[in-house]
């Protein structure tokens, strides 16, 4: 495996300004992000931060990051191990409170929920979730704690 790949993307300002009845200027947080031959993904800041609740934003994309990267490190841990998986999934949290005068993540949890072909496979299958969080690329490039809670059943 090559030591370093780049992805590069763009994100466009989507909004157009506006000033309210009072003359205050508005600028709506949407936003397109692109990459080469990838489906666009539109998005905005959640409503806290005045943002649109029906758009992705960058706090669901670093959640789901950290979803995607653990699941996929799974699924070549588990092929490596011959370990049938039927079904895969995950439910996340992650936790932004104000930290040193910032706002910031200061813990996400992960909680997989796997089922697989042979019950003979469960504790190994459970033991790879240790090696997945381990081995992400997304999880060791944060300064949070990431924690998984993961079960596994035939």
Not at 121 to 143: D, G, K, P, T, W
């Amino acid at each position: 495996m090559q030591r370093e790949h780049v992805f590069t993307g763009r994100l466009d300002w989507t909004g157009t300004a506006r000033h309210d009845a009072q003359g205050a200027l508005e600028l709506p947080r949407r936003y397109l992000i692109e990459f080469d031959a990838i489906a666009p993904l539109e998005g905005s800041s959640p409503p806290v931060f005045r943002g649109e609740a029906d758009k992705h934003n960058p706090e669901t994309l670093l959640i789901s990051s950290l979803m995607a990267c653990h699941h996929l490190t799974y699924l070549a841990l588990c092929e490596k191990a011959r370990i049938t998986l039927l079904a895969y999934r995950d439910t996340a949290s992650g936790k932004l409170a104000l930290r040193d005068g910032k706002m910031r993540f200061v813990d996400v949890l992960l909680q997989p929920v796997v089922q697989v072909a042979d019950a003979a496979q469960v504790q190994s299958a459970l033991r790879l979730h240790e090696r997945a969080h381990e081995n992400c690329f997304i999880s060791n490039s944060v300064n949070f704690s990431v924690r998984v809670e993961p079960q596994v059943a035939a």
